[in-house]
């Protein structure tokens, strides 16, 4: 496998970051235009895993509000004055970068970045079954009332966790 290294998202990566997002979650779609949004309110949490063949993964993240998550595919307009999370809306990898040790490194730089600026916590939605992955990042599931409803439209295995970063 050619070298893969993250770096900031631009415009430009918008198609690639559409086209390994089609891959890794073909049952939770997303258009052009929330991801393209997602950069504009936050380039600082947008990040993609570039190689010799384009895009080969990303990491988008925001500052949101706890136990809450924007609805899928949908645009949301600006950031919550009252955020006090950062949400880590979405990270993929394409199939042929997976496995080769990518993830750790994004989400620590995630979440040094996070802690950097202040914040407590990273929040997420763990999809696909993949609540035992974001454990070993760090991440505990929060049995949340507030997210029950969001949680089911996500499937039966989604859950909401979340990473303390500050005591």
């Known amino acids: 496998m050619p070298e893969l290294n993250w770096r900031p998202m631009r415009e430009g990566d918008l198609d690639g970051v ?15 235009a929330c991801f393209a949004e997602r950069l504009d309110l936050n380039p600082g949490g947008c990040f993609v895993l570039d190689g010799a063949e384009g895009v080969r993964g990303y990491l988008v993240a925001y500052p949101w509000r706890r136990e809450a998550a924007p609805a ?3 645009l949301i307009g600006a950031l919550p ?3 006090d999370v950062i949400y880590l809306h979405d990270l993929a990898l394409h199939p042929e970068a997976r496995g080769g040790g990518h993830t750790r490194p994004i989400v620590e730089r995630l979440a040094a970045q996070a802690t950097a600026d202040g ?4 929040a997420l939605v763990a999809v696909n079954d993949a609540a035992a992955f974001w454990n070993r990042l760090g991440f ?3 049995d949340s009332p507030a997210m ?13 966790m979340v990473r303390r970063l500050q005591a």
């Open 18 to 32: 559409v086209a390994v997002a089609r891959l890794a979650f073909p049952n939770h779609l997303e258009d052009r």
């Open 72 to 74: 899928l595919n949908s």
């Open 81 to 83: 004055d009252d955020a």
């Open 119 to 122: 914040w407590p916590d990273i």
């Open 140 to 142: 505990q599931a929060v």
């Open 148 to 160: 029950a409803a969001k949680l089911a439209s996500y499937g039966a295995d989604a859950r909401y």
